[in-house]
């Protein structure tokens, strides 16, 4: 028996006014949809991080906004999880349910507990696997693509997360925030997701950061969560560009290890584990 495993949703961003309705920030705008959500409120961190935190005797999950600025979001990763005392999840460690690599027993888990002292040994605690929540200019505006890992496909903040954890196996919900029309030139990225959004394209944001959440709420329900805590995704991989539809016929193309296709709502409520 192990105890609950640490579930840290990461929106990436930039801190400060001027950077607040930025394209680069769509992730900050997704944790704090989720934290309005469930009653939490933001707070300073014991680091360079802002954190919304379950109330005690509700499982350690945590919301976060790395201040560090976008390029050394990682730095905010692991700050958070050596504060809580959260072992960073390695590949390989799932079947051990800890952050051990499997195989590769400890010098805790080969030893014998005396008689009538088994119940009093610590449970050990599973490695923590951030959901990371960022941008994407690959995407058109309003697109979701949900990935089990991979590489940082040029995000910056992503990219330090790996460098960090020292692995891409960890999931990740990019939005699209290109405009429509003719690409950005790539010489150009730097400073396009520093600027704002149209007032026509907020008509779209909008909607897509609370759909974004309720992809989250559904990723971290009991029973679908196991993407989060290692578990390999289903047979083809993990790789939809999920375009923006009405939500009657929309369809979550993604199946996680014990769960069913995640379907939306007919109305406006969270995102449910479907049959």
């Known amino acids: 028996m192990t105890s609950a495993a640490p579930l840290l949703v990461v929106g990436l961003g930039n801190p400060g006014r001027r950077y607040r309705h930025t394209r680069h920030n769509v992730g900050f705008l997704v944790v ?40 050394l979001s990682g730095d905010a990763v692991a700050g958070l999880a050596a ?7 390695l ?37 923590l696997r951030p959901l990371v929540i960022c941008d994407d200019l690959a995407l058109p505006l309003g697109a979701v693509r949900l990935r089990a890992g991979g590489s940082s496909g040029g995000q910056k903040g992503l990219a330090s997360v790996i460098a960090t954890l020292g692995h891409d196996d960890f999931p990740r919900l990019r939005l699209g925030i290109a405009p429509q029309g003719e690409p950005v030139p790539p010489a150009q990225w730097p400073d396009f997701v520093l600027t704002g959004f149209t007032e026509a394209e907020h008509e779209v944001v909008g909607p897509m950061v609370a759909w974004a959440a309720d992809a989250v709420t559904c990723l971290v329900d009991e ?20 375009a923006r539809r009405p939500a009657a016929s929309y369809t979550f193309p993604f199946r996680a290890s014990g769960c069913g296709p995640l379907c939306p709502p007919q109305s406006s409520t969270a995102l449910t584990c479907c049959d």
């Open 91 to 127: 590949p390989g460690a799932a079947a051990s349910g800890s952050g051990e690599p499997a195989g590769e027993p400890t010098s805790e888990s080969t030893a014998e507990p005396t008689a009538g002292t088994e119940a009093s040994l610590p449970l050990p605690v599973p490695g």
């Open 223 to 242: 029973g679908s969560g196991q993407l989060l805590h290692g578990s390999t995704a289903a047979e083809g991989g993990v790789d939809p560009v999920l």
């Open 32 to 71: 704090e949809e989720l934290a309005r959500r469930l009653g939490w409120t933001f707070r300073d961190g014991a680091g360079p991080w802002r954190e919304a935190a379950a109330p005690v005797g509700e499982g350690p999950f945590v919301l976060q906004q790395p201040l560090t600025y976008m390029n």
């Open 83 to 89: 504060v809580r005392g959260w072992p960073l999840w």
